[in-house]
């Protein structure tokens, strides 16, 4: 009799817990709600302190991606972080965001192209 108590007890729990789950509203836009993006369209650009100089990225958005990337860094060191800004560049782009690996040996001027593009998307936000 103790083991029914038990199992229907146990059933009677999991059929509460369970109906108090409600699926996560959809925050993506919609044409045909008149949603909107995460981003205003346009051209942005932030700078940051990078190893030798400042590092300026600009970006440039539609309502929710990172269409271009450009960054420049004329003061960085040529053979390591100069090298580097095409492929943070690409990263930054492929991951629609600030939040890249870093290149190995040019971990400040990483630092320093994820702070700016944090800076651009944080203008670009609506």
Do not use: F, H, W
Not at 6 to 15: G, K
Not at 36 to 57: F, I, L
Not at 67 to 79: A, K, L, N, Q
């Amino acid at each position: 009799m103790r083991n029914r108590l038990s199992a229907l007890l146990a059933a009677l729990l999991i059929a509460a817990l369970s109906g108090c789950t409600t699926p996560a509203p959809s925050v993506s836009p919609s044409a045909s709600d008149g949603g909107t993006g995460a981003y205003t369209p346009g051209t942005y650009s932030a700078k940051a302190q990078g190893y030798r100089g400042e590092v300026t990225v600009t970006l440039t958005v539609d309502e929710n991606n990172i269409t271009d990337v450009s960054i420049e860094g004329s003061d960085e060191t040529p053979e390591v972080g100069g090298a580097a800004l095409d492929t943070l560049a690409e990263n930054v782009k492929k991951a629609n965001s600030s939040q890249i690996d870093g290149v190995s040996g040019a971990t400040v001027t990483s630092d320093a192209v994820k702070e700016a593009t944090a800076a651009a998307l944080a203008e670009a936000k609506r």
